[in-house]
């Protein structure tokens, strides 16, 4: 169901029950949502800022990718941009194969590329002012096992 | 002419989100340092190469990429997608 990078809300779970109704010969459907942290309720918003153009391309190249090395039936990632407030849901991914293996590491190879290889970046309002997300080590060395 | 694009803190410290440039760099580390010298804004956003990303026409690349053909180069810090 392809990749959809968009400023505007979207319900996860309608998502969620669409693309599991297309996914017809598929026996494992996995979706995963990021959801903005009130990090103990120090967070009052975050906005995202991206590259349009390089992040579409990007995305349905990890996309492509994902369906290829796991054999999936079908795959969706959703990213959001713009202004969010805690709570909000920023980002799912979906994906379809035979068997529940291949969906749940797919899913889990999606998001890793999400967090380092696709042009987002966070920046977070809080009591001290507004700060831009540090990326973490951890997320470049996550794609090592891919 | 190329065009040069600057993302997150990058578009804040040289403050502009892009701007068309005529440039004989042959690479990007070239571009870099013709950047650095015309202005101590530029000299700022760029002083720490290693927390700068770059993509050369939607690419990612290494600052060794060269940039013979190209149309766009976009700087900017680690992503943070997700």
Redesign the interface.
């Given at each position: 169901m392809g990749v959809r990078v968009q400023s505007e809300p979207f319900d996860a779970g309608a998502e969620a029950n669409a693309f599991t109704a297309a996914a017809t010969g598929a026996g494992a459907v996995v979706t995963f949502s990021g959801v903005v942290r009130d990090e103990g309720g120090r967070l009052q918003a975050m906005s995202i800022e991206h590259y349009p153009g390089m992040t579409e391309r990007a995305l349905a190249t990890h996309r492509e990718t994902a369906v290829e090395r796991f054999g999936l039936t079908d795959a969706l990632v959703i990213h959001r941009y713009g202004d969010l407030a805690p709570g909000d849901v920023i980002m799912m991914v979906a994906t379809a194969a035979p068997h529940r293996k291949d969906a749940f590491g797919a899913a889990e190879f999606l998001m890793d590329y999400l967090k380092s290889r696709a042009p987002f970046w966070k920046k977070e309002r809080g009591p001290d002012g507004e700060s831009w997300v540090a990326s973490k080590d951890d997320d470049e060395a996550a794609l090592d096992r891919w | 002419m190329i065009d040069v694009?600057y993302?997150?803190?990058l578009?804040e410290r040289v403050g502009l989100p892009r701007e068309r440039l005529e440039t004989s760099a042959a690479t990007v580390a070239d571009l870099v340092e013709e950047l650095k010298v015309r202005e101590e804004r530029y000299a700022f956003a760029f002083q720490d190469l290693s927390a700068i990303r770059v993509?050369v026409d939607?690419e990612?690349v290494g600052f060794d990429a060269p940039l013979a053909g190209a149309r766009e180069v976009?700087f900017?810090?680690?992503?943070?997608?997700?």
């Open positions: - | 694009l993302f997150a803190w578009r993509a939607q990612l976009a900017f810090p680690p992503m943070t997608g997700g």
